[in-house]
């Protein structure tokens, strides 16, 4: 017999709102303090602490005694608690924001205001900013050059300000929202890669599957930009970067486009090990490339996973890349136009 007080059940919010943190600081606390001011009310926030050590997670979670807090013992990467937090959600949809990205009091509206108007996208990217000078992006949607190497589009260009929503080929796991149930049905961010790429690798399973990720450049936030990780160029980022670049290439590029494109993506990794070199900075990179190599098992196992679950070919992809060897060099913009709801699966659908 059911209790009556199952009925009590507090209703699902319209969206749940995972932030990963990893000795984080004081940005923390001004991270939180943006998606507060949300002109969405309806929505769950959860905190998830990846094992810091300078109390910022538990500090915030003691302060908001309405925040989901998850604690963890040992830092589990950036994709692990994500999907720790997606799993203990409640809303229709999943939003993702960095612990160093500072969210415009309309953020969330935009996004969801997006998500209504355009059925067929089931994943939205933001209009970042940087936070040490907002008249400048830090990206415009996610990029995937023909190379197989991804970039941030516009990264370091003037900000064009608003425009109308585009076509991008994945979100940038920093600040971006995607349906919860399509996520976690589609087993989440993957675990194996712990951080970097991760976010590239969901965009581009969503691209295999023929759903599209929509830019809502009404959708704003300034982002400080690998702060837990010691910036950009840190060893951290260089070793991660390249295992994991090389992991996301194998992993999902399907068959015809791979061998097409295999010798541009040789021809890329030489370049970049080159500029490294140039710069000093060879170790971290050249170690994240051999630890690909040696764990190429892993990257094929996960190719035989994300090939299993695709629904279009590989021109329906090429049509989706950046062919230009300037667009890469010059991290330019790339967008498309949006395709009308019938002209692929809707996220219900896929879901």
């Not at 969405?40 to 915030?60: F, K, M, P, Q, Y």
């Not at 170790?283 to 035989?304: H, K, N, Q, S, T």
Request: with cysteine.
């Amino acid at each position: 017999m059911a209790r009556d007080g199952a009925n009590d059940k507090p209703p699902s919010p319209q969206v749940s709102v995972v932030v990963v943190a990893y000795q984080s600081g004081a940005m923390l606390r001004d991270c939180l303090a943006t998606l507060r001011r949300q002109s969405v009310r309806d929505l769950e926030l959860i905190l998830v602490d990846n094992a810091s050590t300078d109390g910022a997670a538990h500090a915030a979670a003691r302060e908001a005694p309405d925040i989901v807090f998850i604690a963890n013992d040992e830092n589990l990467g950036f994709a692990a608690a994500v999907n720790q937090g997606a799993r203990r959600a409640r809303g229709r949809w999943l939003a993702l924001l960095n612990p160093d990205a500072f969210a415009e009091p309309d953020w969330l509206e935009a996004l969801l205001s997006a998500a209504q108007a355009h059925p067929q996208a089931a994943c939205f990217a933001s209009r970042q900013l940087m936070a040490e000078d907002p008249g400048r992006l830090d990206g415009l949607g996610d990029v995937m050059s023909a190379s197989g190497f991804a970039f941030r589009g516009g990264y370091g260009q003037p900000d064009p300000g608003a425009r109308e929503p585009a076509l991008v080929f994945s979100a940038c796991g920093g600040a971006m929202m995607v349906d919860r149930a399509l996520f976690l049905e589609m087993g989440g961010l993957d675990e194996r890669l712990f951080c970097y790429c991760e976010d590239v690798d969901l965009g581009y399973r969503l691209q295999l599957r023929g759903l599209q990720t929509l830019l809502v450049p009404s959708a704003v936030v300034r982002h400080v930009g690998s702060a837990s990780s010691g910036g950009p160029r840190s060893d951290f980022a260089a070793f991660y970067g390249a295992r994991n670049r090389l992991w996301v290439y194998l992993k999902d590029t399907p068959p015809l486009l791979l061998w097409l494109t295999l010798p541009l993506h040789m021809l890329a990794t030489a370049v970049l090990l080159a500029r490294h070199f140039t710069r000093g900075e060879i170790a971290a990179p050249w170690r994240g490339l051999i630890a690909a190599l040696d764990g190429l098992p892993v990257a094929l196992e996960a190719r035989r996973e994300a090939q299993a679950e695709r629904r279009v070919g590989s021109w329906a992809i090429a049509r989706q890349l950046a062919w230009s060897p300037l667009a890469l060099i010059r991290r330019s913009v790339v967008l498309k136009p949006i395709r009308p709801a019938g002209s692929a699966p809707t996220r219900s659908a896929a879901a």
